[in-house]
C-alpha cells in the first residue's frame, strides 16, 4: 500500500499478485511429493510404513507435497504414519530430531521417511541411536545423502539404505531478488 516492491517466494502467502505483493516466485511443491512417493512405492513394492517430516504448521511447501505424496500412494499398501498432513518441525533440526525419536519409540516398523529438509534425518543420528536400519529416505538434495550413501556401501556392500532428492530450488530466491530489484528500480524481467 506504500508502494514497497514486494516479492515472496517458495511458500504461498495468500492475497492477490499486484494487489497485496508485486509478484509471486514459486515452484510446484506437488511435483515433488508426487515424484519422491512414486519411488517410495516402487521401490518398497506398494507397501510399507511412511512418515512425512514438513516444516511448520499450515505451510503451503509441506501442504503441497503431502498432496503428492498421497496421490503417489493411493492404490498402494502403504501407511502414512504421524501427524496428518505431516509431522511439523518448522524445518528446524531438533525439532526434526525429536519428531523422528518419537516416531521410532512408536513405531516398530519405519520404511520410509520423507522431509523438506532432508539432511536431518541423517545427522541427527535417530535410526543408529536405535539399532534401526536407516529406511529410505527422499527430500531435497543434500551433501549428505551422498556422502552417506558411499560410506554405508563402503564399510558394507550389503546395506540397503536408498535415498532419492530434488533440487532445493535455491535458484528461487535470486529469481526472486531479481524481480524486486528490476521493480523496485521500475525496469522489468522478461
Not at 29 to 51: E, R
Not at 76 to 91: A, L, R, S, V, Y
Not at 126 to 153: I, S, Y
Request: glycine content about 12%.
Amino acid at each position: 500500500k506504500q508502494g514497497s516492491t514486494v516479492v515472496p517466494y517458495l511458500a504461498r502467502v495468500g492475497g492477490e499478485e499486484g494487489k497485496d505483493y508485486s509478484v509471486f516466485v514459486g515452484t510446484d511443491f506437488k511435483s515433488d511429493g508426487l515424484a519422491w512417493g512414486q519411488w517410495m512405492a516402487k521401490t518398497l513394492g506398494g507397501k510399507g510404513n511412511i512418515a512425512y517430516l514438513g516444516g511448520p504448521p499450515g505451510t503451503s511447501e509441506s501442504t503441497e507435497k503431502a498432496e503428492g505424496l498421497k496421490e503417489a500412494f493411493k492404490g498402494t499398501d502403504i501407511k502414512w504414519i504421524g501427524q496428518d498432513p505431516f509431522e511439523t518441525t518448522g524445518w528446524d533440526p531438533s525439532k526434526m530430531a525429536a519428531s523422528l525419536s518419537a516416531l521410532i519409540a512408536k513405531y516398530p516398523q519405519i520404511d520410509g521417511v520423507v522431509a523438506d529438509l532432508s539432511g536431518p534425518l541423517l545427522t541427527s543420528g535417530a535410526f543408529q541411536r536405535a539399532n534401526r536400519p536407516l529406511p529410505l529416505m527422499a527430500g531435497e538434495d543434500a551433501n549428505v545423502f551422498g556422502c552417506t550413501w558411499q560410506k554405508l556401501h563402503k564399510d558394507d556392500p550389503s546395506s540397503k539404505f536408498q535415498f532419492v532428492a530434488s533440487s532445493a530450488e535455491q535458484w528461487n530466491i535470486r529469481l526472486a531478488i531479481q524481480w524486486a530489484i528490476s521493480l523496485a528500480a521500475g525496469g522489468k524481467i522478461e
